[in-house]
């Protein structure tokens, strides 16, 4: 629950400071809060915001896949979906460098291969039950998570960095949840996770695609 809370809280600071209200699938706490909450804002850009939140989804899909790959020890769907996952991350790479510039696009594409390569080794490590491997694992990711914030916020005055970290800082504890309870068999718990990944990955895409309408007004629609 303090992970879910934490979502919450990071996700409300990076919408007021994007001016976004959001829009997606509601997460836990937001439920029982429907029939209270103003009608949501026009979205700035819909095209934009209906794009990141599928490169976005695309993203978890194919790390969920490879995972549960891993679990079955199909190492040809593991190589797949690994595939997958790095075409996803080049897809990003460029829609950020569609307003960025080409460099910006490069970084990206460095930093979301940071965040795979944390992923990957901390899927693979709870796989092989190796503790050690799996708390290096977290510590790249939590480095490469405020390499994350850095840049979008340093790319975007409308990006806070400590909203952006906070966003991706539960991005990331999600997948630990998911990647413990698909190699412990924990399908029931999973399922919950899966559910609150993919509203969040909704979160993140429409902070980023708010912040970016704010900032190219007359580039984003």
């Not at 209200?21 to 706490?29: Q, T």
Request: charged residues 15%; aromatic residues 6%; neutral net charge.
């Amino acid at each position: 629950m303090k992970t879910r809370s934490l979502l919450f809280t990071v996700a409300g600071a990076c919408f007021a400071a994007t001016g976004l209200a959001y829009a997606g699938p509601a997460m836990p706490e937001m439920a029982g809060m429907a029939q209270d909450a103003p009608a949501a804002a026009p979205v700035a850009a819909p095209k934009l915001q209906a794009a990141m939140r599928s490169l976005w989804h695309g993203h978890v899909v194919a790390t969920r896949d490879y995972a549960m790959a891993v679990h079955a020890h199909d190492e040809a769907k593991a190589k797949a979906a690994a595939d997958a996952v790095v075409a996803n991350a080049k897809q990003i790479a460029n829609a950020v460098g569609g307003f960025y510039g080409k460099p910006a696009g490069e970084q990206t594409l460095q930093l979301l291969a940071g965040h795979w390569g944390g992923v990957k080794a901390l899927t693979d490590a709870s796989a092989a039950h190796d503790t050690a491997a799996a708390q290096k694992a977290m510590a790249d990711l939590n480095t490469n998570v405020t390499a994350i914030a850095k840049f979008f916020s340093g790319a975007n005055p409308n990006l806070p960095e400590s909203a952006v970290q906070g966003l991706f800082a539960g991005h990331v504890a999600h997948h630990a949840s998911q990647i413990q309870q698909i190699m412990s068999g924990d399908s029931k718990g999973e399922q919950e996770t899966w559910t609150a990944m993919q509203a969040h990955m909704n979160t993140i895409a429409d902070a980023l695609a708010g912040g970016i309408a704010k900032q190219f007004p007359d580039k984003a629609s």
